[in-house]
């Protein structure tokens, strides 16, 4: 499984519209709603983005997402969720990451959340889209303000697709 490839197939079943336009900013949340996934927004402790559970297999998948984060933080760890969702769904055993911060980190190590930040990414930043975007000179900031996402992650989604050193 590939995880842009993952993040491509669930945006075009739950968020782009009939004629599979993508409109911007995508919603993990709607994405998460579309696919009955409940999301709640409690308070964690500082060191958690969120984390995702599934008791039993065909069970009900929630998504709790740490209430003090921004905005822009929150719609990250949800996509990040989605990512290990998709991963996932097909297995028969209980689903549960937890994900700290230095997880959700570019610089982790974790092959699962390797996999998730690169399904969030595609989901919520799409690399074609960035690119073309870029080509037509758009700045780091409009790009950001257009995904929304925070300035680190637009950062090193354009670092990461080799346009920005």
């Known amino acids: 499984m590939n995880p842009k490839t993952e993040a491509r197939r669930m945006r075009i079943n739950h968020w782009n519209d009939e004629d599979n336009v993508i409109h911007f900013p995508v919603n993990p949340f709607e994405i998460a709603k579309s696919l009955g996934i409940d999301v709640h927004r409690v308070h964690l402790d500082d060191s958690l983005a969120g984390f995702i559970v599934r008791e039993e297999h065909g ?29 996932r769904q097909g297995d028969k055993e209980p689903m549960g990451f937890v994900d700290e911060r230095a997880e959700l980190a570019s610089a982790g190590a974790d092959p699962h959340e390797v996999w998730a930040n690169s399904f969030a990414a595609e989901l919520l930043m799409p690399a074609a889209i960035a690119k073309k975007w870029w080509a037509k000179g758009s700045s780091v900031d409009e790009l950001r303000r ?20």
């Open 59 to 87: 069970g009900p998948v929630e998504i709790y997402v740490n209430k003090s984060d921004s905005p822009v933080r929150q719609r990250f760890t949800v996509a990040h969720e989605l990512g290990h969702f998709a991963q």
């Open 146 to 165: 257009k995904f929304n996402v925070s300035t680190p992650a637009m950062n090193y989604r354009l670092a990461n697709l080799g346009l920005l050193k």
